[in-house]
T-cell receptor
Framework: GAGVSQSPSNKVTEKGKDVELRCDPI?????LYWYRQSLGQGLEFLIYFQGNSAPDKSGLPSDRFSAERTGGSVSTLTIQRTQQEDSAVYLCASSSSNSGNTIYFGEGSWLTVV | GENVEQHPSTLSVQEGDSAVIKCTYS??????FPWYKQELGKGPQLIIDIRSNVGEKKDQRIAVTLNKTAKHFSLHITETQPEDSAVYFC???????????FGQGTRLTINP
């Protein structure tokens, strides 16, 4: 696609429920990132995928958070047993060495846990 | 690991004046420094970036300077316009598809 695509754009869920957020990176981009942005705050790194290498999961805040990337393209971020402090914008980004490793962001998935 | 500090957190300037936002980084191995603009309800958009082999880069009203010795870099916006109002983030990384470490952001307001 032309840009990084994320879905859903908005999600309201009840505390304790699981949610899945999807990211479709720019076609051909080998690197994929997830960041979290709480209201009025900066961007917090969550996880990074590069090709077939093991992902860098160092930013995941707890074991309720997980992510996978199937076939080196689409990624899903899963949050289990959501809590109110999980409310934030979840941003996906992708990059490629063919485009100078410039990192491009999607519009984000706005998650509200009530 | 890398740590990026950004100042000021808020900046208000008159339309037509210049705005400067400054960032410092801690890891001397970092060699790629992008700047992102984030408008309300949208994802961050890359506006300019600089690599460590140059000291300055310009794109129309926007320029970025890099001082590797002091480990700081700055964004300069000249002839500011109302549409420049947004939150700006600096970031640093070692290029090679490493994660970006972001500053805390600067909320820039252009007063007409």
């Amino acid at each position: 696609g032309a840009g990084v695509s994320q879905s859903p754009s908005n999600k309201v869920t009840e505390k304790g429920k699981d949610v899945e957020l999807r990211c479709d990176p720019i076609s051909g981009h080998t690197a994929l990132y997830w960041y979290r942005q709480s209201l009025g705050q900066g961007l917090e790194f969550l996880i990074y995928f590069q090709g077939n290498s093991a992902p860098d999961k160092s930013g995941l805040p707890s074991d309720r958070f997980s992510a996978e990337r199937t076939g080196g393209s689409v990624s899903t971020l899963t949050i289990q047993r959501t809590q109110q402090e999980d409310s934030a914008v979840y941003l996906c980004a992708s990059s490629s060495s063919n485009s100078g490793n410039t990192i491009y962001f999607g519009e984000g998935s706005w998650l509200t846990v009530v | 690991g890398e740590n990026v500090e950004q100042h000021p957190s808020t900046l208000s300037v008159q339309e037509g004046d210049s705005a400067v936002i400054k960032c410092t980084y801690s890891d001397s191995a970092s060699n790629y420094f992008p700047w992102y603009k984030q408008e309300l309800g949208k994802g961050p958009q890359l506006i300019i970036d600089i690599r460590s082999n140059v000291g300055e880069k310009k794109d129309q009203r926007i320029a970025v300077t890099l001082n590797k010795t002091a480990k700081h870099f700055s964004l300069h916006i000249t002839e500011t316009q109302p549409e420049d109002s947004a939150v700006y983030f600096c970031a640093a990384t070692k290029q090679g598809a490493q994660k970006l470490v972001f500053g805390q952001g600067t909320r820039l307001t252009i007063n007409p």
